[in-house]
């Protein structure tokens, strides 16, 4: 397609057409914002509404029936770069579609949303889409009083925004502050005696507050884990191991990354270490811990751990 | 346990990669309706209604149970809904039958859905707070590295997860609601498949389905003019537990023990594997199918993979687990665990189809939830209890 024409011919103020009784009136009640056909002989609606029956080259009777304006997508050829004539300016489809009451199809745009340049055709742009016309609110009395078409209403879109001031409590505040300094705490638990890391102020298990402040190593063992083949912003790459680790003074396990050694080298009892960011970007967060990396120790036999998976 | 009850209706609709004909009303509806027309009854007969769901953020619905209350012809009556994560089903179930066995009401209908295909279960399970102290994974993640704990523990062989992935699917084949269609489904196929979260492979995962699942329970009476045959509640327990707490057993937590234990001794069970017919179980990783028959107490500890092994658990086994298919196969997670405990009453009605346990008399169903931290189990029966 040439980028531009280096000639035009343009009849001035374009020519005059009589439309006739039957055109006509489709024209008219167009500009109504009403979608209407003819019926034949036959009994058939064509819609646009032809003066002669295509079938017998009878005249068409003169009973008008209202149609859609809801219609039926019967084929359609997508555009994915719309020329500066077109009725859209971004890739649309031209459909032949089937008004509801019709018997047969017009062609229109058929509008599918917001696309790039280019794009490939949505995958709901199918036969047997449901489609209605939008009309433009200045009319004339011509196709062009049809915008285009558009899918009907399947899907709304429901945005969720909810925030929230969240307060870590005591425990939580005291644990969250040790770590911005680099150190790990946990409660001692004056009934079963564990040590609970975090601590939550409480054991879960005995039901009574906790006080007593254990530090804990950030060095511990794996007690088990995943290799994930999906990819998470937060892991280093694919595949990437979550780990159960047992720190070192703690009783409970903690979920945290495991990197520094390929994924299928990762081992139950194998002794890791807790790879600290720099000191510069501590905040009160778990993630002052980018991972735990190896340490180069003998593998905790799985006898000693197995109380804890 | 209070007065009888009895399941006199089930309804499912076809589990199914995306429902988008229908508005989450329409699909409750479809189940709704289904299961009053197995209990020839009509909304009007309905004393109250109980719903389930998933959690609020999987599909970003706060309150169904304003929104569903003309869906399911609750205006005017007591509703109310059931959140235990993702064994509200079961648990819904259980209050439903709590509001018949108390005397309360006659007739309660209850109901457990999920719209995965416009929901987000990933995104819900791995939202952080700001002052979360643990990597946040979603459930493949969160659940493999205790299937590896339980690897270890039992000694059980690799290919157990692959048996169960297989047996189910080829159940599912005979479950015409079933999601997951895969004929010719075999150990090669499923071995095939990428690991996504290792130990787990894709095929040895659930899908993910829309669908509900609805149940019309009854009171004795009620029950005396039901058109088909009842299942009667046998036993009803759940449990629960913290999902972080120091000597927590990860791979056969203690809830699960005691709910079990708590459904037996009231459905009067000393050894569920030779007295139960079969059981609904919710397995949405393989390898859980091994796990959950040591702590539902089939077997001793360690020994749950044997029976898997043996075939024990195939439909033509002693003790077949998910006839249906499982939630390997179908999983709306909100439905999962209801779609358990009306397969298991279908059963003992003798109207599970194709998949149906020759001359099953009394089955359990069960689901888990949460960090396997919330269960509830049912017992059925054709016997009134
Ligand atoms: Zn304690």
Partial sequence: ?????????????????????????????????????????????LVPPTEYDPDTGAAVTDEWVEVGPAGTVQSWSWVPNPRPDHPLDRPFAWALIKPDGADTALLHALDMGEFEAGAEPPRFLKTGLRVRPKWRAERGGGIGDIECFRPEVTMINAPTRLEYTLDPGRALSRFLESISQGRILGHRCPVCD???????????????????????????????????????????????????????????????????????????????????????????????????????????????????? | MGNPCAVIGVGQTAYKTKRLDVSMAGLLREAAQRALEDAGLDW?????????KAPDLFEGMMM?????ADALGARGKPMMRVHTAG?????????????????????????????????????????????????????????????????????????????????????????????????????????STPMLWEPIRYLETCPSSDGACAMVLASESAARSAPNPPAWVQGTSMRSEPIFFAGRDNVLPQGGRDAAADVYRQAGITDPRRE????????????????????LGFCGEGEGWKLTEAGATALDGDIPWNPSGGVLSSNPIGASGMIRFAEAALQVRGMAGEHQVDGARRALGHAYGGGAQFFALWIVGSDKP
């Avoid at chain 1, 083949?229 to 191991?241: G, L, M, W």
């Avoid at chain 2, 005397?103 to 209850?110: I, N, Q, S």
Wanted: charged residues 20%; hydrophobic residues 40%.
């Fill in chain 2, 64 to 68: 169904p149970e304003a929104y569903l």
């Fill in chain 2, 276 to 295: 139960l017919d079969c059981a609904e179980v919710y397995v949405p990783f393989s390898w859980y199918e091994p796990m959950w028959l040591e702590n």
């Fill in chain 1, 1 to 45: 397609m040439p980028s531009s024409p280096n000639h035009v011919l343009e009849f001035p103020g374009g020519y005059t057409r009589s439309v006739g009784p039957v055109i006509g009136r489709f024209l008219s009640e167009l500009r109504d914002g009403r979608l209407v056909g003819v019926r034949t002989a036959g009994g058939r609606v």
């Fill in chain 2, 87 to 191: 064994s509200v089903g079961g648990s819904t179930a259980i209050v439903a039958a709590g509001l018949i066995q108390s005397g309360v009401h006659d007739r309660v209908l209850t109901v457990a859905w999920e719209k995965q295909s416009e929901s987000n279960a990933t995104w819900a399970l791995t939202v952080d707070s700001p002052h979360s102290t643990s990597l946040v994974v979603g459930a493949g993640g969160y659940f493999a590295p205790h299937i590896r704990a339980y690897m270890r523990r039992s000694g059980a062989p690799d290919h157990i997860g692959t048996l169960v992935a297989v047996k189910d699917r080829q159940n599912a084949l005979k479950n015409p609601y079933a999601h997951l269609k895969i004929p010719g489904i075999s150990r090669e196929m499923v071995e």
């Fill in chain 2, 44 to 52: 009007a007969d309905i004393d109250a209604v109980v719903i389930g």
């Fill in chain 1, 194 to 309: 564990s040590v609970i890391v975090p601590m939550k102020g409480m054991c879960s298990r005995d039901g009574v507050p906790t006080t007593e402040e254990v530090e804990v190593a950030d060095t511990g063992t794996v007690t088990t884990f995943a290799v994930n083949n999906i990819p998470d912003p937060r892991a280093p790459e694919v595949p990437f191991v979550s780990a159960y680790i047992l720190l070192d003074g703690a009783d409970l396990t903690m979920l945290a990354l495991v990197a520094g050694i390929p994924a299928d080298q990762v081992r139950i009892g194998m002794r890791v270490k807790a790879a600290w960011r720099p000191r510069e970007e501590w905040g009160p967060t778990m993630n002052n811990i980018r991972w735990f990396e190896p340490l180069d120790e003998p593998d905790v036999p799985f006898e000693r751990i197995k109380d804890y998976v």
